[in-house]
């Protein structure tokens, strides 16, 4: 099993996950949108995607989204989704791709990286908080939906 950067080349076998992916969380299947939000993320270069790869089938991926500290005058990821296909979890699959993400940031310089996740995906907290990742108890979030 390998992890590597995704490039525009890996987009069609990534596009499968990701529509998986969406699904995973209520969307309806929309090949053809994954396909085309990816496509852009490639595009304007307004992501980093990691594939995990075992035998030449994608089985997982972690997205990474810059963001920037105002008060710390520094850049940050975003991990906005980690995701491995049901008949590839509990292989350390995620962890690796976790682990590649924090170097990969590490390697940027970046202050940190910062992710939510629902409140009753306990499993996910669990690896979170093993791999270092800290409750944030200070800050609340909020959303302002404009769709």
Do not use: W
Request: aromatic content about 14%; proline content about 1%; hydrophobic content about 40%.
């Amino acid at each position: 099993m390998i992890v590597k950067r995704a490039t525009l080349d890996d987009l069609n076998q990534l596009a499968v996950l990701f529509d998986e992916y969406r699904q995973f969380y209520g969307a309806s299947s929309n090949l053809n949108l994954s396909q085309q939000f990816l496509k852009q993320r490639f595009e304007n270069q307004e992501s980093v995607i990691f594939i995990h790869i075992k035998d030449e089938v994608f089985t997982g991926f972690i997205l990474l989204y810059l963001g920037f500290s105002s008060v710390a005058c520094s850049t940050y990821y975003i991990l906005d989704d980690v995701y491995v296909t049901p008949q590839f979890r509990r292989q350390g699959s995620a962890k690796q791709l976790i682990d590649t993400a924090i170097l990969f940031a590490r390697h940027e310089n970046a202050l940190r990286i910062s992710l939510e996740t629902q409140k009753t995906n306990r499993e996910s907290h669990r690896l979170y908080e093993a791999m270092g990742f800290i409750a944030d108890n200070e800050f609340r979030t909020y959303h302002c939906f404009l769709k």
